[in-house]
């Protein structure tokens, strides 16, 4: 059980990860609504038949008008937080999150109304997805900063889960209740998260910055749920003053800072960006964003079925890999994760094209369909976002991690409007375009990201810092709590020969003085 120091944290940083709620239920919404024929009347274009259908131009347009709103987002909220702090930004964007997602309930006929609607949507899930592991790596204990930041994954795979539920429970409905209720629901996820983080304190090193110490130390009370004379609390002060005293020799933070070679912030920023890269280009958005239609193509009957089958998968693997993330560490994870994917992909684009509109190919289509969405929940899912929230030093943090997170949007945006048209060239060859991607981003962890597992933020910077590569630093906090014993030993040591030098020292001085005193 979390010691009571740990409660108040835990419980703020896994409400505020409803923000993955929003993320997975406006990425993925659409894979439902395009196929609802009200939907396509509404949005989409009609022959002189009279018959309608929503064009691969304008789904891409659709989905992707959601990443430019998030890319947007993510990377703007940064600069905005540093000067307004975590907590009020969030706010804002959450209001603006609403007014989109209002917007796009109410629109009718007007497929601009939408194209709009998704932009401002998207703003309000890029900021929040990029702020809140800013807040949560800042906020929990070290011991438990896997779990939290993991959890915002979770709630990502719990928003999927729910809007392919609800699409196709509403699919079997003819009005434009089918589509109006999926896009409306996302507006009660925004309020709860609004409620969250009017309740939750702001960032007590923020206040810090800007020289509200007793504001700040109420914060920070009031987060670790301790009284404000409390030793411990009195004991963080001391670390938030210190930090806080060096950034203020560093001067304002900067974006220009995150790309600076000095303490390796330009090969961190490389790290954060890259693993949110990989998480993208496996290819796991394709299928929830898509996967109805890749399940048509792939000749599977009921693809809202399908849809919901990889929805339940992604949320029932994504416990393990949080567990795993802190026991197992964050390599292993990763590179076992990259490999199970590796695999499932291959088999999925082989069997396809070797027997396609075959029911027993079909099944095991499925399958490892179902292999490689639950390895991704279990590895590469949740382990991307704690990577990238704890890879900074907490100066450059909400700037360094919005950039990762801006990336993760960005190549959301690409694939929104690229994989339509590959799909549509290649069908379900696409898979092996994402083998491809699983293979680079693999190799990437391999070789570049270092196991952080138990570490405090400090001791993340010391790993840096020490330039120990990344497939031997599992050993690297081992070695230096074996250097500081030495250390300290010879210390130990030191200081003792220099008291017994002291000592027989004073002996001879004493004998001398009193032989002296005789021959007087």
């Not at 889960?161 to 209720?181: K, P």
């Not at 001067?251 to 220009?256: F, T, V």
């Not at 994917?341 to 027993?360: C, E, L, N, R």
Request: hydrophobic letters at 45%; proline letters at 3%; glycine letters at 10%.
């Amino acid at each position: 059980m979390a010691p009571r120091s740990s409660k108040k944290a835990l419980t703020l940083c896994l409400f505020q990860s409803l923000a993955g709620v929003l993320f997975g239920w406006s990425n993925s919404e659409g894979s439902g609504l395009f196929n609802m024929d009200s939907y396509q009347r509404r949005f989409g274009e009609c022959d002189a038949m009279g018959v309608c259908h929503l064009s691969t131009t304008r789904q891409s347009a659709i989905t992707g008008l959601l990443s430019v709103g998030a890319t947007i987002g993510a990377v703007g909220s940064g600069t905005i937080a540093d000067k307004f702090g975590l907590r009020l930004t969030c706010l804002i964007f959450i209001f603006i999150y609403l007014i989109g997602a209002a917007i796009e309930t109410s629109a009718m006929n007007t497929y601009g109304q939408i194209c709009v609607a998704r932009l401002l949507t998207g703003l309000g899930v890029g900021a929040t997805s990029g702020l809140v592991p800013v807040f949560q790596a800042e906020a929990a204990p070290p011991r438990f900063r896997g779990l939290v930041t993991g959890s915002f994954q979770l709630c990502v795979t719990l928003g999927i889960w729910g809007v392919a539920m609800t699409n196709w429970g509403m699919s079997s409905y003819a009005g434009d209740v089918s589509w109006r209720v999926p896009v409306g629901l996302q507006m009660a996820w925004a309020v709860l998260l609004l409620v969250g983080f009017v309740l939750s304190p702001e960032s007590p090193r923020f206040l810090a910055k800007k020289g509200k110490w007793d504001h700040c130390r109420k914060n920070l009370a009031n987060l670790r749920g301790l009284p404000m004379d409390h030793p411990d609390i009195e004991a963080e002060m001391v670390e938030v003053r210190e930090a806080n005293l060096k950034d203020q020799e560093q001067g304002e933070a900067s974006y220009l800072e995150c790309f600076s070679t000095k303490d390796r912030i330009l090969w961190r920023t490389m790290i954060g960006v890259f693993v949110q890269i990989g998480q993208q280009i496996t290819g796991i958005n394709f299928f929830f964003s898509y996967g109805v239609q890749f399940a048509q193509t792939a000749g599977i009957d009921n693809s809202y079925i399908f849809q919901i089958i990889l929805a339940s998968v992604n949320v029932l693997f994504s416990f393990p890999g949080i567990v795993a993330v802190d026991r197992a560490g964050r390599r292993p994870v990763l590179l076992i994760g990259g490999l199970l994917m590796f695999t499932g992909q291959i088999v999925v684009g082989s069997v396809s094209k070797a027997y396609p509109d075959d029911k027993i190919a079909g099944d095991v289509l499925i399958a490892f369909t179902c292999l490689f969405v639950a390895s991704f929940a279990s590895s590469w899912g949740p382990v991307a976002w704690v990577v990238c929230g704890e890879t900074f030093p907490i100066r450059l943090s909400s700037l360094c991690v919005t950039l990762g997170t801006g990336a993760n949007w960005l190549f959301n945006l690409i694939i929104a409007f690229a994989a339509p048209q590959i799909q549509s060239i290649i069908g379900t060859g696409i898979t092996f375009v994402w083998a491809g991607c699983l293979a680079l981003s693999t190799t990437f962890a391999y070789f570049c990201i270092p196991e952080t597992k138990g570490m405090s933020i400090e001791e993340v910077d010391a790993l840096y810092l020490s330039h120990c590569p990344a497939w031997k630093s599992s050993s690297f906090k081992a070695s230096q709590a074996t250097t500081q014993k030495i250390a300290s030993e010879k210390a130990y040591a030191r200081s003792t020969h220099r008291e017994g030098e002291e000592g027989k020292n004073s002996q001879f001085t004493s004998a001398r003085t009193s032989a002296e005193g005789g021959i007087v």
